[in-house]
T-cell receptor
Framework: DAGVIQSPRHEVTEMGQEVTLRCKPISGHNSLFWYRQTMMRGLELLIYFNNNVPIDDSGMPEDRFSAKMPNASFSTLKIQPSEPRDSAVYFC????????????FGPGTRLTVT | GEDVEQSLFLSVREGDSSVINCTYTDSSSTYLYWYKQEPGAGLQLLTYIFSNMDMKQDQRLTVLLNKKDKHLSLRIADTQTGDSAIYFCAERYSGYSTLTFGKGTMLLVSP
């Protein structure tokens, strides 16, 4: 298996622009997690899905952030409009089920908002 | 509240043992994890331990859990330069899906 796939790997955009990050979980995994990593705050869970349904979005910072999972093999995290403080590395992870021991992480998308 | 604390940096020489420490605050944590992040990569699960265990060994890795002090440690024997990375401690509670991560310990191994 190719593992969790994220695209793009790097994104540089200007403040106010819309940004869409994409994730393909490991085939057969039913849970998907979006994390954000910054130096100041470390690794934070933004939202997670189980069987394509959002279960907990309490970590989503504000209304500018939205996430969807239209099917079992694809999820997006959208920021509109983007701001410089959104600059971070965004990770997607998947697991077999919501209570599985291991979450498998993608390589991340490094977002820079200027 | 939930909080996982780690020291930020550790430097060792190749061949020495490394010990990375972590403290957590929630005694209801059921699973405790160690993840490794190499530069430019995602997190990779190294090992995990159930809260009813005191120790777990896996090749060069030894995990020790002191539930009374809410202290978790990861010992890497015969540390190699390839072990240089950031190591994250994380906890999860029974019945919950989410992990709470520490901020990570950067391990630097010098030749």
């Amino acid at each position: 298996d190719a593992g969790v796939i994220q695209s793009p790997r790097h994104e540089v955009t200007e403040m106010g622009q819309e940004v869409t990050l994409r994730c393909k979980p490991i085939s057969g995994h039913n849970s998907l997690f979006w994390y954000r990593q910054t130096m100041m705050r470390g690794l934070e869970l933004l939202i997670y899905f189980n069987n394509n349904v959002p279960i907990d979005d309490s970590g989503m910072p504000e209304d500018r952030f939205s996430a969807k999972m239209p099917n079992a093999s694809f999820s997006t995290l959208k920021i509109q409009p983007s701001e410089p403080r959104d600059s971070a590395v965004y990770f997607c992870a998947s697991s077999l089920s919501r209570y599985s021991y291991e979450q498998y992480f993608g390589p991340g998308t490094r977002l820079t908002v200027t | 509240g939930e909080d996982v604390e780690q020291s930020l940096f550790l430097s060792v020489r190749e061949g020495d043992s490394s010990v990375i420490n972590c403290t957590y605050t929630d005694s209801s944590s059921t699973y405790l994890y160690w993840y490794k992040q190499e530069p430019g990569a995602g997190l990779q699960l190294l090992t995990y331990i159930f809260s009813n265990m005191d120790m777990k060994q896996d090749q060069r890795l030894t995990v020790l859990l002191n539930k009374k002090d809410k202290h978790l440690s990861l010992r890497i024997a015969d540390t190699q330069t390839g072990d240089s990375a950031i190591y994250f401690c994380a906890e999860r509670y029974s019945g919950y899906s989410t992990l709470t991560f520490g901020k990570g310990t950067m391990l630097l191994v010098s030749p």
